[in-house]
């Protein structure tokens, strides 16, 4: 089956510096989309990126991500990370329709600001 | 206007009693969802839906069951909650993107 790494379990990083949130994947099915999930604290999951491009960078709300087929990845990157970026975010793919559009979510990776 | 909706926002359940939880969404999608959330696991898929009337095994159904009655309305059934499932359950509507309802936090006592 279809399965979706984030090698970090927390990342730390100060205001104003880069951040980098790493999400590698295997599938074995017709992946049709590749997302970035975010949740901030007591809310729900909700899109913060989607691609379906191989090498097109994608962008939103100062993030930005690139899928790169070749090394089955999609990191999710931004320049100056701000205290408000703080959340837990998930990397996912998504087969398609006839499959059910069930999602495979990474284990995701708390990003946590500090001033 | 909130599309996806859940009830009762927060719960709290002896073990062996039965536990209903509902997900209503207005957003006309023919797929629904229900995951578990806990620390360390992320979400992981109980059970799904495409259409009313049916429902499909996700990836951790055991002690829980689904009811899809119409195409707005999914629920979510502990017939015996224990104590393992104590989480936070997540509803979701899809036309590929998926968008989450508010949660609902659920104590098993």
């Known amino acids: 089956g279809d399965s979706v790494t984030q090698t970090e379990g927390l990342v730390t990083v100060t205001e104003g510096l880069p951040v980098k949130l790493n999400c590698t994947y295997q599938?074995?099915?017709?992946?049709?989309?590749f997302f970035w999930y975010v949740q901030y604290l007591n809310e729900a999951p909700q899109v913060l990126l989607r691609s379906s491009t191989d090498n097109k960078r994608t962008e939103h709300q100062g993030f930005h991500a690139t899928l790169h087929k070749s090394s089955s990845s999609f990191h999710l990157q931004k320049s100056s990370a701000q205290l408000s970026d703080s959340a837990l975010y998930y990397c996912a793919l998504s087969p398609s329709r006839n499959m059910g559009y069930k999602l495979t979510f990474g284990t995701g990776t708390s990003l946590l600001v500090d001033p | 206007e909130a599309a996806v909706t859940q009830s009762p926002r927060s719960k709290v359940a002896v073990t062996g009693g039965k536990v209903t939880l509902s997900c209503h969404q207005t957003?006309?999608?023919?797929?629904m969802y229900w995951y578990r959330q806990d620390t360390g696991h992320g979400l992981r898929l109980i059970h799904y839906?495409?259409?009313?009337?049916?429902?499909e095994k996700g990836d951790i159904p055991d002690g829980y069951k689904a009811s899809r009655p119409s195409q707005e309305n999914f629920s979510l059934i502990l017939e015996l909650a224990s104590l393992s499932q104590t989480a936070v359950y997540f509803c979701?509507?899809?036309?590929?993107?998926?968008?989450f309802g508010p949660g609902t936090r659920l104590t098993v006592l």
């Open positions: 839906s495409y259409v009313a009337d049916s429902t």
């Open positions: 957003n006309n999608h023919d797929y």
């Open positions: 979701a509507s899809s036309d590929l993107e998926q968008y």
């Open positions: 599938t074995t099915y017709l992946t049709i989309a």
